[in-house]
């Protein structure tokens, strides 16, 4: 089954840390540009970051700049945001997503990470 | 505030049909053919229905269409169903230091 499962969210301190996971199965993994989207409660869709089939171009959206880290692993078949120095402002459920033909054609069903003290 | 703009939402009644816009820029919507359309149940993940401007996806109804005319993208529903009652959210490209925005939705409601 083709499909994106996503893991590791939860309840953290402001200042915390939290790795999120995305499974990926039933399609060539290494051949896509992957990325993370995040949805505030009750607010939009807020596109986080991007990183190329290899790995060796990341992206990132202005406010997680130098806390949080995207990467993969191709044989692993595994996308995963290392995220640092948490805000309450990052509360959101995080989704993964396949990036194809410049839109994101395949979705997780999300995470939800909660930063509260 | 969210890079694109969308109405905050839209109705009709069933049958009918709706338009939804997506201002952008020209460093966004206005310079690139990569605008997308994603459309959201609440409680579900996004599900893409339009594709670089006004490509469907297979398995995307035909009564789904879009178009772009300078820095505004729309989006086209006809023959409105219960079923299209969601949140639909306009995506691009964009040559900033954010290269993907999106905007900041729109919630359809199926009279």
Same mark, same amino acid.
């Given at each position: 089954?083709?499909?994106? #499962?996503?893991?590791?969210?939860?309840?953290?301190?402001?200042?915390?840390?939290?790795?999120?996971?995305?499974? &990926?199965?039933?399609?060539?993994?290494?051949?896509?540009?992957?990325?993370? #989207?995040? !949805?505030?409660?009750?607010?939009?869709?807020?596109?986080?970051?991007?990183?190329?089939?290899?790995?060796?171009?990341?992206? %990132?959206?202005?406010?997680?700049?130098?806390?949080?880290?995207?990467?993969?692993?191709? &044989?692993?078949?595994?996308? %995963?945001? !290392?995220?640092?120095?948490?805000?309450?402002?990052?509360?959101?459920?995080? %989704?993964?997503?396949?990036?194809?033909?410049?839109?994101?054609?395949?979705?997780? !069903?999300?995470?939800? #990470?909660?930063?509260?003290? | 505030?969210?890079?694109?703009?969308?109405?905050? @939402?839209?109705?009709?009644?069933?049958?009918?049909?709706?338009?939804?816009?997506?201002?952008?820029?020209?460093?966004?919507?206005?310079?690139? =053919?990569?605008?997308?359309?994603?459309?959201?149940?609440?409680?579900?993940?996004? $599900?893409?229905?339009?594709?670089?401007? @006004?490509?469907?996806?297979?398995?995307?109804? =035909?009564?789904?269409?879009? @178009? $772009?005319?300078? =820095?505004?993208?729309?989006?086209?529903?006809?023959?409105?169903?219960?079923?299209?009652?969601?949140?639909?959210?306009?995506?691009?490209?964009?040559?900033? =230091?954010?290269?993907?925005?999106?905007?900041?939705?729109? $919630?359809?409601?199926?009279?």
């Amino acid at each position: 089954e083709v499909q994106l #499962v996503e893991s590791g969210g939860g309840l953290v301190h402001p200042g915390g840390s939290l790795r999120l996971s995305c499974a &990926a199965s039933g399609f060539a993994f290494s051949s896509y540009w992957m990325r993370w #989207v995040r !949805q505030a409660p009750g607010k939009g869709l807020e596109w986080v970051a991007n990183i190329k089939q290899d790995g060796s171009d990341k992206y %990132y959206v202005d406010s997680v700049k130098g806390r949080f880290t995207i990467s993969r692993d191709n &044989a692993q078949n595994s996308l %995963y945001l !290392q995220m640092n120095s948490l805000r309450v402002e990052d509360t959101a459920v995080y %989704y993964c997503a396949r990036d194809n033909q410049w839109a994101s054609d395949m979705w997780g !069903q999300g995470t939800m #990470v909660t930063v509260s003290s | 505030q969210s890079a694109l703009t969308q109405p905050a @939402s839209v109705s009709g009644s069933p049958g009918q049909s709706i338009t939804i816009s997506c201002t952008g820029t020209s460093s966004d919507v206005g310079g690139y =053919n990569y605008v997308s359309w994603y459309q959201q149940h609440p409680g579900k993940a996004p $599900k893409l229905m339009i594709y670089e401007v @006004s490509n469907r996806p297979s398995g995307v109804s =035909n009564r789904f269409s879009a @178009s $772009k005319s300078g =820095n505004t993208a729309s989006l086209t529903i006809s023959g409105l169903q219960a079923e299209d009652e969601a949140d639909y959210y306009c995506s691009s490209y964009a040559s900033s =230091n954010t290269p993907w925005v999106f905007g900041g939705g729109t $919630k359809l409601t199926v009279l």
